[in-house]
């Protein structure tokens, strides 16, 4: 009779065990992605015969601070690194590791994963690391706005699917805008405006009118969409004056910019980049250390308290959805006169639902959101500057690298994290 459960520890018993058991298919699963690198990187035929690969730090015909290249046996190399992989997973499997060591530990398998892959594909060849941090950088751009505009919204209670629509108007207005009037800061301010008023329809339809905020969001894309692809075949390919190649000239910080590696990378960008900056110290210093944040986290978390000490829950809500509107739009002035690109239908590509995945991969965080924004840009990034290697890996799978490093991410934290309790509903005064 000892061994018999009880009806209400039956269930705790069975979730206590299932906790037990997480560290091992975790570990596992790291453990066997060491023993695959190992195998594929460290072992395999691209690394043979004494191949090398050589990383450059140095942006070609880069000016400042020159670092020497750094040649390394390719086999030996990964060959230690998916070691590396093997023993983290090993120790999750042993330990259950919690809080910041498990962080810890994440970060050094995948690091190691990750420098393993980019040995064996430069394996034989020379890879500008510099080259990729830039185009990390730009491709984390819009991605971080998108992200700080979703933080605005779902903090303040409203769920903003629409940020790829957003960055589509976005990047309409500014091309066309700054193409008829021949000016850049025109086209920069159209750019905003056209994503703060599709931020506004958002915060019309679901404060006002209630609409389910999920299929909302998703209308409101399927809108933007037609709308700047119409305009886009009846007023630019037509008529090419319409939609130029314009982008604002580089600001090189002296000093900075100089700097070896990151110098040219993060201090030699232009206006749209440092107001990126600017943006997110903003928000992270507004959101948690001032009266409207205090407001903004009240009202996504529980609107009613909010009202009861006179704060008015649907005011701060649509302030809020339509200034990250104007921040998303900012994120599709970045993709065209940001990046010197003429606007095509869709360029958004799929980017806003990224912005969205970084957001919840950043636990709803200013500065977390940018994390996860770098981390799925430089996913871009790598497969952008892989591709000239001639790599066995296809192009068309490179090409789906952010998004599956989205995926992956997004579906490693089901159940781990928690949105603002008051997200997606709507508030009604009774």
């Not at 230690?80 to 499997?93: D, E, K, P, Q, T």
Request: proline share 4%; glycine share 12%; charged share 10%.
């Amino acid at each position: 009779m000892s061994d018999t459960l009880t009806p209400s520890a039956g269930p705790a018993a069975a979730t206590a065990a299932a906790t037990d058991r997480g560290h091992w298919y975790v570990g596992g699963a790291m453990t066997l992605a060491g023993l695959y690198g190992l195998w594929a990187f460290g072992l395999g035929s691209r690394t043979d015969d004494g191949a090398q690969a050589t990383f450059s730090w140095n942006l070609v015909g880069g000016q400042g601070l020159q670092v020497p290249d750094l040649t390394v046996p390719a086999a030996p190399t990964a060959i230690v690194l998916s070691l590396v992989c093997v023993a983290v997973g090993l120790l999750r499997i042993a330990l259950r590791l919690t809080g910041r060591r498990r962080v810890a530990a994440t970060t050094v398998h995948l690091v190691a994963f990750v420098a393993a892959f980019l040995v064996w594909a430069t394996a034989g060849h020379s890879l500008n690391f510099t080259s990729v941090l830039n185009a990390t950088v730009l491709a984390a751009t819009p991605l971080i706005l998108g992200a700080l505009c979703g933080v605005l919204c779902e903090r303040s209670g409203v769920i903003n699917v629409a940020i790829e629509g957003q960055f589509l108007v976005g990047a309409f207005a500014a091309a066309f805008f700054a193409s008829i009037t021949d000016s850049l800061w025109v086209g920069l301010v159209a750019g905003c405006l056209g994503g703060g008023l599709l931020g506004a329809m958002l915060a019309v339809f679901a404060n006002r009118y209630l609409v389910q905020q999920v299929v909302l969001g998703v209308v409101i894309n399927l809108f933007a969409a037609g709308l700047t692809g119409f305009l886009y075949e009846r007023l630019m390919q037509t008529n090419p004056e319409y939609n130029k190649t314009m982008t604002f000239g580089a600001i090189d910080i002296p000093l900075l910019s100089d700097l070896p590696v990151i110098g040219p990378v993060l201090f030699g960008q232009n206006i749209v980049f440092y107001l990126m900056i600017v943006l997110i110290a903003v928000v992270q210093i507004g959101l948690f250390h001032t009266r409207w944040g205090l407001r903004t986290r009240a009202v996504g978390e529980h609107p009613t308290a909010a009202d009861t000490v006179g704060i008015r829950v649907v005011g701060m809500r649509y302030c809020n959805v339509i200034l990250g509107g104007l921040i998303a739009g900012l994120g599709g002035v970045w993709l065209t006169i940001g990046l010197n690109i003429t606007f095509n239908k869709n360029m958004a590509a799929g980017q806003g639902f990224i912005a969205l995945a970084a957001l919840i991969f950043g636990r709803w965080s200013p500065l977390g959101a940018v994390s996860a924004a770098l981390l799925f840009g430089f996913a871009g990034g790598v497969s952008v500057s892989l591709q000239p290697l001639e790599t066995p890996v296809p192009t068309a799978f490179l090409s789906m690298t952010p998004y599956l490093a989205t995926i992956f991410a997004v579906a490693g934290l089901v159940g781990a994290v928690r949105a603002p309790a008051a997200d997606g509903i709507p508030y009604t005064k009774r």
